[in-house]
């Protein structure tokens, strides 16, 4: 009948939009799945890195040239920086910069570097992005310098030490830089804060000069390459930590602003054992408790007054105000 023709073409048509809703709904997954779980482009390479890591202090410096190309047919607007899951978890700072010119005439123009949101990569690498501000072109080559500064990356060994003892610590890298690219060169510096290293990797070509030990130079290194090692070295930097500061704005209806401020202060680094002597402490101070921080530097508005500071026990007396640009507190 016209009736039942009428009703069966209905039900086609229905079950062909249902049918293209669910074909485009899948298309639409699928670009999303892929847009999510991407990788770093295979069309750039790394002609030359130099890492330079500096351990002079209880803060590792981490300074990395890049010569980058793009050998593929497609420009390329982003850099991925990797790192192993360690090292992400005591990122503090990491910025980035192209360079433009050469020697006297270089000139470095910041890019926006942002954790990225790419899937971990190969030995658990995670990824930062830089952002090139114009795109890089087929055969073309760049250099970006990269600054990275890791907190809480030295390990005091021995855990415990006595008044009279330096401070050794370890530091664990790599010796071939992490990166999610192919690298035709590279070198890796570490510095240490003296001479006395107690022991180091030795990842041939290896080499140690005075205060500097030298990785390096490897030739292409496929992606994700990594070669663990560590460096056992004195390092008496005082390892002073802010574990909690808590800040205090008062504003008076006359204007003036108060602020008081309330650290919670530790020595992260090899706990004191055995007995401490008050009167080697102040009369051998470059022998006794050297790996100690005997003051505290915090600098200040230069109209700031009526300065106070006291600890838990009380008012602190051993103190100087220095007056400048700046006002300097020395505690």
Excluded at 313 to 329: F, Y
């Amino acid at each position: 009948s016209l009736f039942e023709s009428t009703t069966d073409m209905r039900s086609k048509q229905e079950m062909e939009v249902s049918l293209r809703c669910t074909i485009l709904f899948l298309t639409i997954l699928t670009i999303f799945s892929q847009s999510s779980f991407s990788t770093p482009s295979n069309d750039l390479h790394i002609l030359n890195a130099e890492r330079r890591v500096d351990l002079s202090s209880h803060i590792v410096k981490v300074f990395l040239t890049l010569k980058v190309e793009n050998t593929g047919t497609s420009p390329i607007w982003e850099v991925y920086l990797s790192f192993p899951p360690t090292q992400v978890e005591n990122l503090a700072l990491v910025k980035a910069a192209l360079v433009v010119g050469k020697r006297k005439k270089k000139t470095y123009v910041p890019l926006d570097v942002n954790l990225s949101e790419l899937r971990d990569g190969l030995n658990g690498a995670q990824f930062y992005s830089i952002f090139l501000h114009d795109e890089l072109k087929s055969g073309e080559i760049v250099t970006l310098e990269v600054l990275y500064i890791l907190t809480r990356s030295l390990e005091p060994f021995p855990a415990e030490i006595s008044q009279g003892d330096s401070q050794l610590v370890y530091y664990r890298d790599s010796a071939i830089i992490l990166s999610p690219y192919n690298v035709k060169e590279q070198m890796t510096y570490v510095k240490t804060p003296s001479a006395k290293v107690e022991s180091y990797t030795v990842l041939e070509p290896t080499k140690r000069v005075s205060t500097e030990l030298q990785y390096g130079k490897y030739i292409d290194q496929a992606p994700y390459s990594y070669s663990p090692i560590i460096v056992h070295f004195e390092n008496n930097s005082p390892f002073a930590v802010v574990e909690e500061l808590l800040r205090e704005v008062e504003i008076s209806h006359w204007g003036s602003v108060q602020v008081t401020e309330h650290y919670k202060l530790v020595h992260a680094g090899a706990r004191h054992k055995g007995i401490f002597s008050r009167v080697e402490y102040q009369s051998r101070p470059s022998i006794s408790g050297i790996s100690s921080f005997k003051h505290l530097l915090v600098q200040l508005p230069p109209r700031v007054h009526s300065v106070y500071y006291r600890d838990g026990i009380g008012n602190i007396s051993t103190s100087r105000l220095r007056v400048g640009a700046k006002k300097v507190l020395t505690i």
